[in-house]
T-cell receptor, first 113, second 106 residues
Framework: DAGITQSPRHKVTETGTPVTLRCHQTENHRYMYWYRQDPGHGLRLIHYSYGVKDTDKGEVSDGYSVSRSKTEDFLLTLESATSSQTSVYFC????????????FGPGTRLTVL | GIQVEQSPPDLILQEGANSTLRCNFSDSVNNLQWFHQNPWGQLINLFYIPSGTKQNGRLSATTVATERYSLLYISSSQTTDSGVYFCVGSQGNLIFGKGTKLSVKP
């Protein structure tokens, strides 16, 4: 298994609070991704990173920001959480780019009350 | 962007049965991947298959890029095959289908 961890694995928070999810990899892969998974939608890309301090938006980026200050860490921040952001969040990594094989972390279940 | 459609949405099998899952995509893709999400939520890459046929144990996949479809074959199914199978296309970023939920009964 690729060395990808996510923290926390579960979180319950209240509407309007800030939330930060962390993805950590030990594979030294250049590309990192954040997805959300909702019933009936498969996985949808939120943001991705193609290097330290290099990020770009995905399909559902509104309400989310990301940062990558080190190769191994990719942070996803919800500045002011809303109930519509209740979801399971997956981090993924790849070596050559988005079309390359992606390896997924175990997921973080976030509930916004 | 591309659309990825999977069929059937749900499938129930008796252990030992064979099955075929289908994926149609609306436009040409740079690559095509199949993932399995187990009942605990873990996503595992099964095949990276932009074209041709690959086999891995009881699983095999075929992609016919010119006709914009891919098939995933599961032979002699086991209860551990249960979960959701996602077909994923890419012209850049990955586009996931909605998945086929497979339940294998003992």
């Amino acid at each position: 298994d690729a060395g990808i961890t996510q923290s926390p694995r579960h979180k319950v928070t209240e509407t309007g609070t800030p939330v930060t999810l962390r993805c950590h990899q030990t594979e030294n892969h250049r590309y990192m991704y954040w997805y959300r998974q909702d019933p009936g939608h498969g996985l949808r890309l939120i943001h991705y990173s193609y290097g330290v301090k290099d990020t770009d938006k995905g399909e559902v980026s509104d309400g989310y920001s990301v940062s990558r200050s080190k190769t191994e860490d990719f942070l996803l921040t919800l500045e002011s959480a809303t109930s519509s952001q209740t979801s399971v969040y997956f981090c993924a990594i790849s070596d050559q780019g988005p079309s390359d094989t992606q390896y997924f972390g175990p997921g973080t279940r976030l509930t916004v009350l | 962007g591309i659309q990825v459609e999977q069929s059937p949405p749900d499938l129930i099998l008796q252990e030992g049965a064979n099955s075929t899952l289908r994926c149609n995509f609306s436009d040409s893709v740079n690559n095509l991947q199949w993932f399995h999400q187990n009942p605990w939520g873990q996503l595992i890459n099964l095949f990276y298959i932009p074209s041709g046929t690959k086999q891995n144990g009881r699983l095999s996949a075929t992609t016919v890029a010119t006709e914009r479809y891919s098939l995933l074959y599961i032979s002699s199914s086991q209860t551990t095959d249960s979960g959701v199978y996602f077909c994923v296309g890419s012209q850049g970023n990955l586009i996931f289908g909605k998945g086929t939920k497979l339940s294998v009964k003992p």
